[in-house]
């Protein structure tokens, strides 16, 4: 079948629900207790061993196989406005929104700013930036635009090619 980025993810997720509620229903069923007094078959759990077994083996499979499709997506597709693929775009992201912040930061001090009072002493100490605060403002703005834009080609990456996964 033929699945966009993001309908693959949504596939990869609900596969590793299915995943946990076997290993949820091996850790309940898998042992019990039973009272000395009680008839020990009337009270063992609903619990097939091979059978959960073959059933977390075809569904680790079905995982395998679409993350590794994904993987291959994202290592040969590049969104529209970014010589890049999928998976250098998904480490560039995190690397603007750091770099976003860090310029946020140093745009939105002032440019003399007095320092608190130390004791006695009659010297007023400033800090000064020790930069072009304009060059800062506009940087974050084109860090700002850039990340906006990589996140919408991403998306819309995601949400119209499409890759064929076979389970």
Do not use: W
């Not at 059933?55 to 395998?64: D, G, I, S, T």
């Not at 320092?115 to 007023?124: R, V």
């Not at 072009?132 to 990340?147: C, E, H, I, N, P």
């Amino acid at each position: 079948m033929r699945y966009t980025s993001a309908e693959a993810n949504k596939l990869l997720r609900e596969l590793q629900e299915q995943r946990n509620a076997l290993l949820t229903k091996e850790s309940q069923g898998a042992t019990f207790v039973a009272a000395t007094v009680e008839d020990v078959e009337s009270v063992r759990p609903d619990y097939d061993y091979a059978r959960v077994s073959e059933q977390l083996a075809a569904v680790e499979a079905k995982m395998r196989a679409v993350k590794h499709c994904i993987n291959q997506f994202n290592l040969t597709h590049c969104p529209e406005g970014f010589d890049m693929t999928v998976d250098q775009l998904l480490v560039y992201i995190p690397q603007l929104t750091e770099r976003k912040s860090r310029l946020s930061r140093m745009a939105n001090v002032l440019p003399k700013t007095r320092l608190p009072g130390g004791g006695s002493s009659n010297i007023i100490e400033y800090e000064y930036v020790n930069y072009d605060l304009d060059r800062v403002r506009a940087d974050y703005r084109t860090v700002s635009d850039t990340l906006a834009r990589a996140q919408l080609a991403l998306d819309r990456l995601n949400t119209t090619e499409t890759m064929e996964i076979e389970l």
